[in-house]
């Protein structure tokens, strides 16, 4: 059975619900389990997936009560609160959180056993809600939980895709995407509010500044109670829905226009069908940016109409409301929060614009430039034209407020660049005189000493005629001209000339008090390399906040039987909310008995993945070997391919040993997960090479359980709850300077795994937390990247390990040797590709850093005892953390609890 994860009072006992049954306090929970299976259900028989569902309208029930009294007791208090708008948020499973976060785990798993049924039991019958692609989604829905545990008075805000995240499923060897129908058997976890709705306008016309949209949509709220840990705050989580304003036209239809008759439907329909399936790379579509602009409207209305039913004077919104960004995709809202005050509420641009400053934060979170949104201008003039037009006056007031510091910064510039221009001639003067006077000491004739002169002379003239020519040409140069363009958030496309593109950071920037990275080393990067100019203006702006998880999901509720061991040999389990008492554990590392009990949970933990893996793939692993792990997105930059490359390297070398070698052979079980975007044409390319190396190996008799290989279909939040905990070693391989922190990493460190990456992202405080002994680290510095990119253009010295993998792969061991051609060549053949994340590059030391992994495998005592290490040594990355900086050094947004 499963151990019991941290216990905290049930809200029964601290929240006594309105339908309590007895009077006397005490719940009749099965009673109404029963109810809900009979009167909402209809259900003939009370089967794993009916129970699921009557147990989760039940909690719905207990999350109703908490939610009601939370925004109670707000509206009275009236704090000031946060609004996370974001375009993600992967939740995962609900059920399991819900109750263990109020308490009520022992409660409802006393009511299950009367239907012959566990907690644990019905779990499995949720469908993920996966309205994220990855980190930046799965990042807000930690957020929210931090938010509610420590009673902060926030609400997330979002869409409700109808379809969330496609289901990857794998066909003849390769990805295919499969719609995910997450709402077909009815979400217990919303509420729908159709009095909560606000029209929201696109296309259309401007009449001076008035602008009539030539569509309208409406916006529906469905409310997400997310309770926290161990508090009777349950906050909100406001998702919109799209509606038509008119469902069927009648007049239409009668005149036999079908299509005509459903048309505003249909384009309702779409704006909350689907989650665009990328992770940190552009989708310039259209809908996109109507999907954003809808999300974003809908809730700057919402949080206005209630500050108005409060307040008189919009002036005041600041201290009322922060609006956190969640990355470019909603920064619409800095024209929107405009046009609602002027256009709405008849205020004054400036005053307007004092307000909007105030409000706004944005958290940049990559700085993959095809991740960092830019709209079309002329997309923006059809789809949003009185945006389109308060964005060219905030750009005309905001570069008017930089046309000074831009002369006298073009003015340096220029003086610097003649300085620059004058030593260098100067340098080149000095080296001429040198050899034309080695050249008239070398001259033993007349003739020839007059003929050095001469050349010396001509070569002096040519020299001085050079420099009078580029100094007129830098003359030319508008330095001043080409410093304001830098500021400017309309800018020209530089890979398409003539085109106009709002750059959406830049207007995020300009219109935020607060900018921040999520990780130190992508603060700094993003200060250097992202928004270097505006730092110079603003230095105060820009801030980190390093990432963080929520450990009751990513520890707590996933690893009950570690968390069981941490809590029992702290003597407390108030680490689940204090995350800094996991340093308790350090002296634990050195007990024997104590990692023999931890090995143990990660064994029990490893046999668990294995049965997954059975059912899944029917691939059969050992629990013996170690479990090597790399889930995440399928990206160039995460570098799946190098470690694929390193398995057929580990493989090959397998077979060419003698048997006595074999035995000396650390045995590996090597596991993938992660979806590529459906129209990503190398990620594709690289599942399926994964897919083909775990046919290839887990059918070699003579490798046997040496060496496995397993892609795991549609990882998600459900398969990550499953994976992580059985993981000893875990890949974070990006190119250092390209993954902005990664979580991953985090939930594998409190886990206990290892972790093999390189000075990139969080990793790097992963690593001052857990002492960079600890991890195996490889590759070249975030500093080098630039100046390897250029050197490698001609680059042929490769690792000969690399070589010799890949004329495997080109040679067709894995089959489909035309189908990976190119994906070999982008990575190996200057001419076609030219290996731009460096993984030929970092691949010698990235073995080296995997011969370290394998040594320090064999000492299983060392072993566990650094695994404590990392759980010990990571409590700073727990998202309660985050949000506390969040809220106390961006946001001013206070506690606000109830008694
Ligand atoms: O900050 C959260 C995460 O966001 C991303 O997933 C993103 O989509 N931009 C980054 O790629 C991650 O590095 C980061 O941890």
């Known amino acids: 059975s499963r151990a019991r994860g941290p216990m905290v009072r049930s809200v029964l006992e601290i929240n006594k619900p309105a339908n309590t049954a007895n009077g006397a306090g005490k719940v009749d929970l099965a009673g109404e389990v029963a109810n809900e299976l009979k009167y909402r259900l209809a259900a003939p028989k009370a089967d794993t997936d009916k129970l699921y569902q009557s147990v989760a309208w039940s909690v719905h029930n207990r999350l109703v009560d908490a939610f009601d009294k939370t925004h109670e007791h707000w509206n009275k208090e009236d704090p000031k609160h946060v609004y996370y708008l974001s375009a993600e948020f992967l939740m995962g499973r609900t059920l399991t959180n819900a109750v263990h976060n109020m308490g009520l785990q022992g409660d409802y798993a006393e009511a299950l056993k009367q239907f012959g049924q566990t907690l644990e039991g019905v779990h499995g019958a949720e ?186 004077d919009l002036a005041g919104l600041p201290e009322k409301a922060c609006f956190q960004m969640n990355d470019t995709h909603p920064t619409i809202a800095v024209a929107e929060l405009m046009r609602l005050l002027i256009d709405v509420h008849g205020l004054p641009y400036d005053k307007a614009w004092a307000i909007t400053t105030k409000s706004l934060a944005y958290t940049n979170h990559t700085v993959m430039p095809e991740a960092l949104e830019k709209w079309p201008v002329a997309v923006m003039q059809k789809l949003l034209p009185r945006h389109m037009q308060l964005i060219e006056q905030i750009n005309d007031a905001w570069l008017a407020s930089v046309k000074d510091h831009s002369a006298s910064k073009g003015a340096q510039l220029q003086a610097a660049k003649k300085a620059e221009r004058e030593a260098a001639a100067a340098a080149a003067k000095e080296e001429r005189a040198k050899a034309a006077a080695a050249a008239l000491e070398a001259a033993t004739t007349p003739e020839e000493k007059a003929a050095a002169e001469a050349a010396a ?284 922190s990664g979580t991953s990493n985090m939930k594998f460190a409190l886990n206990g795994s290892f972790i093999i990456g390189t000075m990139d992202g969080a990793n790097i405080e992963i690593g001052e937390n857990t002492g960079f002994e600890n991890l195996f680290i490889f590759g070249v510095q975030a500093e080098e990247i630039n100046r390897l990119r250029e050197e490698r253009k001609d680059f042929k010295d490769y690792d000969p390990r690399w070589t010799e993998a890949l004329e495997w792969v080109k040679a067709g061991a894995f089959g489909r040797a035309d189908y990976f051609d190119d994906l070999v060549a982008s990575v190996n053949d200057m001419t076609r590709g030219n290996d731009w994340f460096l993984l030929a590059n970092d691949f010698a030391s990235y073995m080296d850093a995997q011969d370290e992994v394998d040594k320090l495998y064999r000492d299983q005592e060392e072993w566990t005892r650094r695994s404590i290490l990392y759980t010990a040594g990571n409590g700073f990355f727990s998202s309660d953390r985050t949000i506390d900086q969040y809220a106390k050094e961006i946001w001013s947004v206070q506690p606000c609890r109830q008694a």
């Not at 509610?148 to 869409?159: E, F, N, Q, S, V």
């Not at 410093?483 to 085109?499: A, C, F, M, T």
């Not at 230095?539 to 520890?555: D, Y």
């Not at 008799?701 to 892609?711: A, C, M, N, R, Y």
């Open 127 to 312: 469908t993920d809600a996966a309205l994220g692609n990855g980190g930046l989604g799965r990042l807000a829905a930690c957020f929210l939980d931090s938010m509610a545990t420590l009673d902060l008075p926030g609400w997330g805000y979002g869409i409700r895709y109808r379809y969330g995240m496609f289901r990857q499923a794998i066909k003849d060897g390769l990805q295919v995407e499969l719609p995910d129908y997450w709402l077909d058997n009815g979400n217990p976890w919303e509420i729908r509010r159709p009095e909560t709705r606000f029209n929201v306008g696109f296309y259309g016309k401007l009449e001076g500044d008035k602008w009539v949209p030539g569509e309208e949509v409406i916006a529906e709220a469905y409310d997400v109670p997310i309770p926290g840990y161990g508090t009777k705050t349950c906050s909100n989580l406001r998702l919109w829905d799209a509606l038509p304003l008119v469902e069927l036209d009648l007049d239409a239809f009668n005149a036999g226009q079908y299509e005509k008759a459903v048309e505003q439907k249909r384009k309702a329909d779409d704006i909350a069908a689907v989650l665009y399936p990328n992770d940190a790379t552009e989708y310039g579509k259209e809908l996109r940016l109507k999907q954003q602009f809808f999300f974003v409207s809908a809730s700057l209305q919402d949080t206005i109409a209630r500050y108005l039913e409060k307040h008189s």
């Open 457 to 740: 002379k001509k070569a002096e003239e040519e020299a001085e005629a050079a420099l009078k020519a580029i100094l007129e040409e830098d003359a030319k140069v508008d330095y001043v001209a080409e410093v304001l363009k830098s500021y400017s958030i309309i800018q020209e496309n530089q890979w398409n000339k003539g085109e106009m593109l709002v750059n959406m950071a830049y207007l995020a920037v300009v219109g935020s008090f607060a900018v921040n990275g999520v990780a130190a080393i992508h603060s700094e990067i993003i200060k250097t390399d992202i928004f270097p100019q505006f730092v110079e203006l603003t230095p105060e702006k820009f801030q980190n906040k390093t990432n963080g998880v929520t450990l009751r999901r990513w520890l707590a509720y996933c690893n009950p039987e570690l968390s069981a061991l941490i809590t029992e040999a702290l003597g407390t389990d108030a680490w689940v909310k204090d995350a800094t008492l996991l340093a308790g554990l350090k002296p634990f590392a050195e007990d024997a008995a104590f990692r023999k009990r931890w090995r143990d949970v990660k064994f029990a933990k490893k046999a668990a993945l294995a049965k997954h893996i059975k059912e899944v793939t029917g691939y059969e692993v050992s629990t013996q070997p170690l479990f090597d792990v790399q889930v995440k997105r399928i990206h160039e930059y995460k570098r799946q391919f190098m470690n694929a490359i390193s398995i057929i390297y580990r493989y090959k070398k397998i077979k060419e040993m003698s048997p006595e070698e074999r035995k000396k052979v650390v045995p590996r079980v090597c596991i993938f997960g992660g979806k590529a975007a459906s129209a990503y044409y190398m990620a594709k390319k690289i599942v399926a090479l994964v897919v083909a190396i775990a046919a290839k190996v887990n059918n070699d008799p003579e490798v046997g359980d040496l060496l496995k290989v397993v892609f795991l279909p549609n990882y998600n939040v459900s398969e990550a709850e499953v994976i992580i905990p059985a993981a000893e070693l875990s890949q974070h391989i990006s190119t250092a300077g390209t993954e902005a």
